[in-house]
């Protein structure tokens, strides 16, 4: 079988090279062309683009690169033609995917969404369309399973997160070579992951940084995104005297003590290496307002929302200052506080499914494109 699959981010590369082996698994002779980055052609996949051509973050940088865009749909819409798959898989990424979906359907080409599109959360609307144009949906979050099932009447299958899969691959690095590599000292480590854009970095890094004074006994250390050049940090870095590790984010987890996160998919990955964490954010007074009219959940970090009870702090706009960031992590060291975090946790691990999201995508990718190869 011929599959096409379209990842837009580094999370989506990730994920993807996942679903790419549970392809390979049930389907060895799988052609896979794909959009992605180097862990899904590190998987075997033809890479026709690369995620870092299609990272515009922002109102202002998509306009500024909207010709880029569309070149970049067309030229994705002839590159399926072209290679004219039996399933096309989208992962994430709803602004492209949701466009190429919908041509994909029109053209008859069987569509498959994997993680899907966080509507939930804002733009709801995109339901319609998800309806109109998307064959089978995979979701990985246990509460969009209800989300979808109860208030919109469309069928979706739970995978569990690949975020699992992800960190159980991994090779957890000796601590005492860890220091030594990154010239860090004997101080419990304290990690700060200030997101992965340059303004959110920039505005997060100042307010996480600012505590630094009321932890001698700490160290503090930066986990660089992958989409970022350490030379951005430098600033940072020469003015506080914190360290960075850059593109190394689950080893700096595996030997953190604690951890200030900025809200996200990191909210999750640092639960998942049993970090405790207080989860900040801070935006522009406007955009916090908009935000606060189109998205209405009661938590900001997926590790409350999927528990849905506050389990991990979270310290938006106004309370994400210094004197109370350094109240809430001050907590994280006390026993009495961070046991009951830990055991929340667990219970969080196994509300995600358990391992297996590629595969068992996967698996259920390759038999319905047989069936309806046999119809």
Known sequence: MKYYIIAGEASGDLHGSGLIRGLRNADPSAEIRCWGGDLMQAEGATLVKHYRELAFMGFAEVILNVRTIFRNIAFCKKDIA???????????????????????????YATHYYISPQIWAWKENRIKDIRRDVDHMYVI?????????DKHNYKVDFVG??????????????????????GLDQRPIIALLP??????????????????????????????????????????????????????TYDLLSVAQAALVTSGTATLET???????????KGSWASYQIAKRIISLKYISLVNLIMDKP??????????????????????????????????????????????????????IY????????L
């Open 141 to 149: 979050l246990p509460f969009e399973l209800d989300y979808y099932r």
């Open 367 to 374: 038999n319905r494109t047989v069936k309806k190869a046999s």
């Open 195 to 248: 997101g992965s854009r340059k303004q959110e970095i920039s505005k997060m890094l100042r307010e996480m940084l600012a505590v630094m004074p009321r932890f001698r006994g700490y160290q503090f250390v930066i986990a660089g995104a992958p989409g970022q050049d350490a030379a951005f940090y430098t600033p940072f870095l020469s003015d506080s005297g914190a360290r960075l590790i850059h593109n190394q």
């Open 271 to 281: 639960a998942l290496f049993k970090v405790p964490q207080v989860v900040l954010y």
């Open 161 to 182: 997160h690949p975020l699992i899969d992800a960190i159980n691959r991994r090779q957890t690095p000796d601590i005492e070579s860890f220091r030594k590599t990154h």
């Open 311 to 364: 389990v991990v702090t979270e310290l938006i706009q106004g309370d994400c200052q210094p004197d109370k960031i350094a109240s809430e992590l001050s907590k994280l060291f006390d026993p009495a506080f961070r046991e009951p975090m830990m055991r929340e946790y667990a219970l969080l691990q196994t509300k995600l499914g358990g391992a297996g999201a590629g595969q068992k995508t996967a698996d259920l």
């Open 82 to 108: 072209a290679f004219k798959p039996d399933a096309i898989i989208f992962i994430d990424y709803p602004g492209f995917n949701m466009r190429i979906a919908k041509w994909a359907r029109q053209n008859g």
